[in-house]
């Protein structure tokens, strides 16, 4: 049975499309683009879309350093990479809320998932 927030709306991946598992994904592209947040705050940030699926994952400081401790500061050069998200939790002025991290070590080749997030 689907997660009830799948069926709204929205651009990019969120810690449920996961399904509470790691999913190993290949980068296709990066953009940078402004998003909007809960309280109306403009930030310009990077998605990465991924090889196969259609919504890519909106960046946030902390995924961004550890894409780059793997890969380079050079985005052009993520394209082609392969890394390893998974679901987890954080702390915000909300609250507690899942999100999404990426595992600090690239994946071992062949290791891509068919079942990744789309």
Do not use: H
């Amino acid at each position: 049975m689907p997660d009830y927030r799948s069926f709204f709306d929205r651009d990019y991946i969120a810690a449920f499309d996961l399904n509470g598992k790691d999913q190993t994904v290949t980068i296709s592209k990066v953009e940078g683009r402004t998003l909007t947040g809960n309280n109306g705050r403009k930030d310009k940030k990077p998605v990465i879309f991924f090889e196969g699926r259609e919504k890519g994952l909106a960046l946030n400081k902390t995924n961004s350093k550890t894409i780059a401790s793997m890969y380079g500061n050079n985005t052009d050069t993520w394209v082609g990479k392969s890394l390893t998200l998974y679901p987890t939790t954080t702390s915000s002025p909300e609250g507690t809320v899942d999100c999404i991290r990426i595992r600090p070590k690239a994946p071992a080749p062949g290791k891509e998932k068919t079942d990744a997030a789309s």
